[in-house]
């Protein structure tokens, strides 16, 4: 099964900052996925990254929010934009049944 | 929309004992049930469930889908301390664009107490 890599692992960011996520697969795979987990709550899918075209998103999730590139078959990057501390959560990146190791997201 | 809810939410037992979750769903072109034990940040997969009444086993957890029922049950026998996670469910449906990303429950918080 692939093999996930993210990073960063955790941060504390201003509010109105952005951070990028990244995740990258040891294999090259069609389809990627980036959820969120906000505290408390399970996993919420934010959108699907297929590597050519634009992301397709949740309702609830835009793209002036979280920008998300898919250059390659292996790699992905959620931005998480102008933040406010409700945007701490976990974020994930899958591929398949496989979770990355999560980006635990801070907002002060 | 797909939905997945799972019972209980929370369950306390004592070691040894043996434990069954609940896991129902409504989801448009089933493609799949997964089944998830989530400790820290990341989801470690345990199962998944593609078809009804075959049980799907490893060590001491197990599980198994009914398709007519629309639920699945994880099992957990002879727990430990360290089977004291979040349990996820999840099913996966497809579109015309392919496979669709993952629906998740609530969940499922076990403690195991020695």
């Known amino acids: 099964s692939a093999v996930i890599s993210q990073k960063p692992s955790r941060d504390i960011c201003q509010r109105g900052t952005s951070l990028t996520i990244q995740c990258q697969v040891d294999?090259?795979?069609?389809?990627m996925f980036w959820y969120r987990q906000q505290p408390g709550q399970s996993l919420t899918l934010i959108a699907t990254?297929?590597?050519?075209?634009?992301?397709?998103?949740e309702s609830g999730f835009v793209i002036d929010k979280f920008p998300i590139s898919r250059p390659n078959l292996t790699f992905s990057t959620l931005t998480v934009s102008n933040m406010s501390p409700e945007d701490s959560s976990i974020y994930l990146c899958?591929?398949?049944?496989?979770f990355g190791s999560g980006t635990r997201l801070t907002v002060v | 929309e797909d939905k997945v809810v799972q019972s209980p939410l929370s369950l306390v037992v004592h070691e040894g004992d043996t434990v069954t979750l609940n896991c129902s769903y409504e989801?448009?072109?089933?493609?799949?049930l997964l089944w998830y034990k989530q400790e820290k940040k990341a989801p470690t997969f345990l199962f998944m469930l593609?078809?009804?009444?075959i049980e799907k086993k490893s060590g001491r957890l197990s599980s198994i889908l009914d398709k007519k029922e629309l639920s699945s049950i994880l099992n957990i026998t002879a727990t430990q301390t360290g089977d004291s996670a979040i349990y996820l469910c999840?099913?996966?449906?497809?579109?015309?664009?392919?496979?669709?990303?993952?629906?998740f429950g609530k969940g499922t918080h076990l403690i195991i107490q020695p």
């Open positions: 999840a099913v996966e449906g497809y579109s015309g664009g392919g496979a669709d990303g993952l629906t």
């Open positions: 593609t078809s009804s009444g």
């Open positions: 899958s591929v398949y049944e496989i």
């Open positions: 294999s090259q795979v069609t389809m």
């Open positions: 989801v448009t072109n089933f493609r799949s």
């Open positions: 990254a297929n590597q050519g075209s634009e992301a397709t998103y």
